[in-house]
Nanobody
Framework: QLQASGGGLVQAGGSLRLSCAASGRTFSNYAMGWFRQAPGKDREFVAALGRSGGMTSYADSVKGRFTISRDNAKNTVYLQMNSLNIEDTAAYYC????????????????WGQGTQVTVSS
């Protein structure tokens, strides 16, 4: 089970940190990813992290602004989001999957519920 939290309303230029707590499985066996879906749009990849945390990948739209990290001792993955803009408004979903930091949603087996991020101007 994956439980995402940390979403909210923030002004453009602000920051938020999302958390995703995992339970019920060996967290360190899975790569972790964040995806997002804005109203009327398809779900899109945001960031991913390999099992050990050594491999990361980011969507071009968030590179340099977002940072994904994990704490295997706490079974938690984080998404630090800085310099937020209105285009970042979406429901954010965490997912657990295969060993590589894949950008493809088909490589993720387990999904959490979304946490809403709303960026205002």
């Amino acid at each position: 089970q994956l439980q995402a939290s940390g979403g909210g309303l923030v002004q453009a230029g602000g920051s938020l940190r999302l958390s995703c707590a995992a339970s019920g499985r060996t967290f360190s066996n899975y790569a972790m990813g964040w995806f997002r879906q804005a109203p009327g749009k398809d779900r899109e990849f945001v960031a991913a992290l390999g099992r050990s945390g050594g491999m990361t990948s980011y969507a071009d739209s968030v590179k340099g602004r977002f940072t994904i990290s994990r704490d295997n001792a706490k079974n938690t993955v984080y998404l630090q989001m800085n310099s937020l803009n209105i285009e970042d408004t979406a429901a954010y979903y965490c997912a657990a999957g295969g060993g590589a930091a894949s950008s493809l949603s088909k490589n993720y087996y387990y999904w959490g519920q979304g946490t809403q991020v709303t960026v205002s101007s």
